[in-house]
């Protein structure tokens, strides 16, 4: 069930022009590649928000496709098109001028043959496609994607107005926190989880903390720029001191479970990591000093377990979240659990891409009825997609509001 792609010549970039009409040849293009540090990219006349992108792959096989989040928040692998007479393959998007999106390269890439209602076997065809990604030789701009039983090195390609990625890398000279690994026994799981801990920068265990309770967590713990993160907005003030339980998710089997609106799995959050952590760390026995986040179907489980636990997770940040998502073959089944609470978290920031086409409507509709609640909801409509520099943009914006720094 592959999409179709049909690459034209509209916005086509000049260099690719030249080589079909025989006035330029391949090493130009791979050149050109060279120079501009990845996809090749050119203003659109009249268009001063959005640039046209132009995508290479070399290698001479049966096909190639691309993933990457121009595609609409699509996360199948899209084809590219073979340059006539050449082992070059495009693929052409638009994107805006202010993007930071990651891409990769997948070489003969399997064919699609399950529809996205197969929620299971979908996603277990698309990540075996992942599995052959590769990242651009040409892009030096890279970024890690960990989905649970696969980890790849993704490109990146970043518009001209890009803004600053806030916060991620170490400074020179600068004290920092710590990690610390556990195990943590559940009366709702059949086996115990594990965790990593993150103590901020300053640490005082006879302080009282905030405490942040992040999904994927042995994606967010072992990226090398969370604890930078979190360490740098706690030194410039930002936010206030705030201990960090990262939780694993399990592999892809158990984190589709788990984090797909899993009843066990809210309950575990909150009745045996929040307890455990207040039991053993100096955090503060508050639902609003105690949140939650995590990123696509951590999103969905940030939001819904705020829902269901709201006098225990009284904030969440849920980003990209997947609020499509079925239960009881009902869509969007999170907004009609919501709808059926008589008590609400204290506060929420949900965050997602302006290219998560599938993803903005219902963020919207959960947004528009949280408003009517006791819940102080924001919604953030960032440029960009379903990607980890992204998310981490959401962060910066959304954390200064759910722990601000005290008094």
């Known amino acids: 069930m592959p999409y179709t792609y049909v690459y034209t010549d509209e916005h086509e970039h000049p260099l690719i022009s030249a080589v079909k009409a025989g006035e330029k040849d391949v090493q130009d293009i791979i050149e050109a590649l060279k120079e501009a540090g990845g996809p090749l990219t050119q203003p659109i006349e009249g268009n001063d928000t959005d640039m046209a992108v132009t995508f290479v792959f070399e290698g001479n096989f049966d096909g190639v496709g691309i993933q990457t989040q121009l595609s609409g928040g699509n996360q199948m692998v899209q084809p590219m098109e073979r340059l006539p007479g050449t082992d070059l393959w495009l693929y052409q998007s638009v994107a805006p001028i202010d993007i930071r999106a990651s891409y990769f390269f ?12 197969d929620i299971d076997s979908f996603t277990a065809q698309v990540l075996a496609s992942w599995s052959k990604g590769l990242p651009d030789p040409y892009n030096p701009v890279s970024d890690t994607m960990d989905v649970g039983d696969i980890v790849l090195t993704v490109s990146m390609i970043e518009g001209p107005k890009a803004p600053p990625l806030l916060y991620r890398e170490a400074r020179d000279g600068k004290p920092c926190g710590e990690w610390h690994e556990h195990m943590i026994s559940s009366s709702h799981l059949d ?9 901020p920068v300053h640490y005082d265990p006879k302080v009282k903390h905030a405490l942040l ?6 994606a967010w713990s072992s990226d090398g720029l969370f604890d930078n993160f979190l360490d740098n907005m706690v030194e410039d003030g930002v936010i206030q001191p705030t201990i960090a339980v990262c939780v694993d998710s399990g592999g892809l089997v158990a984190r589709t479970a788990d984090l797909g609106l899993s009843d066990a799995y809210a309950d575990f959050i909150a009745e045996d990591v929040v307890s455990w952590m207040r039991a053993h760390y100096p955090v503060e026995n ?3 000093a105690t949140a939650m986040t995590g990123a696509s179907m951590g999103g969905l489980a940030s939001a819904f377990i705020s829902l269901r636990h709201p006098n225990v997770i009284g904030c969440s940040l849920p980003m990209s979240p997947s609020l499509f998502y079925f239960r009881d073959e009902q869509p969007e089944w999170t907004l009609s659990f919501a709808k059926g609470q008589n008590q609400f978290p204290s506060r929420m920031y949900i965050g997602v891409g302006s290219l998560e086409k599938d993803l ?10 949280l408003e009517g609640t006791s819940c102080d909801v924001d919604l953030e409509i960032w440029s960009g997609a379903h990607d980890v520099p992204t998310w981490y943009g959401g962060m910066a914006n959304g954390l200064p509001s759910i722990f601000p720094p005290k008094g």
């Open 213 to 218: 309770v992040v999904h994927d967590g042995q």
């Open 191 to 199: 086996a115990p989880r594990k965790v990593w801990v993150h103590t």
């Open 286 to 288: 508050s639902a609003d």
């Open 360 to 369: 903005v409507p219902p963020a919207e509709r959960l947004f528009e009825f």
């Open 106 to 117: 997948v070489t003969n890439p399997p064919e699609m043959t399950v529809a996205l209602d």
